[in-house]
């Protein structure tokens, strides 16, 4: 399964952007959905997750109440947006999925991941 990201970037420091993953040919509803991410010298985290089936979701602490997943199936993807950002959520991104049941919350959760979108937040 390939997945495609896009939507990174730079931006100040309480703005926002909105990063995409799709998976061309896929019907991407039927996949459980996890956004991490890897700021340098750092290991990948975890961000947040969206369950399959259904739509239960999850987040990393420090991202409540900034970050929302949701699933958009008109465009077969799966979005993160990120609003308040802060420097500290300086990272390359990483979108993940699984046909497996229920939430991911760990990388092996996740046969399949995407190939990384930067995301940069200035202060």
């Known amino acids: 399964v390939q997945l495609v990201e896009s939507g990174g970037g730079l931006v100040q420091a309480g703005g926002s952007l909105r990063l995409s993953c799709a998976a061309p040919?896929?019907?991407?509803?039927?996949?459980?959905v996890g956004w991490f991410r890897q700021a340098p010298g750092k290991e990948r985290e975890f961000v947040s997750a969206?369950?399959?089936?259904?739509?239960?979701?999850y987040y990393k602490d420090t991202v409540k109440g900034r970050f929302t997943i949701t699933r958009d199936n008109a465009k077969n993807a799966v979005l993160l947006q990120m609003n308040s950002l802060r420097p500290e959520d300086t990272a390359v991104y990483y979108c993940?999925?699984?046909?497996?049941?229920?939430?991911?919350?760990?990388?092996?959760?996740?046969?399949?991941w995407g190939q990384g979108t930067q995301v940069t937040v200035s202060s």
């Open positions: 993940a999925a699984d046909p497996r049941y229920g939430l991911g919350l760990t990388e092996v959760g996740y046969d399949y």
């Open positions: 040919g896929r019907t991407f509803s039927n996949y459980r």
């Open positions: 969206i369950s399959w089936p259904g739509s239960s979701t």
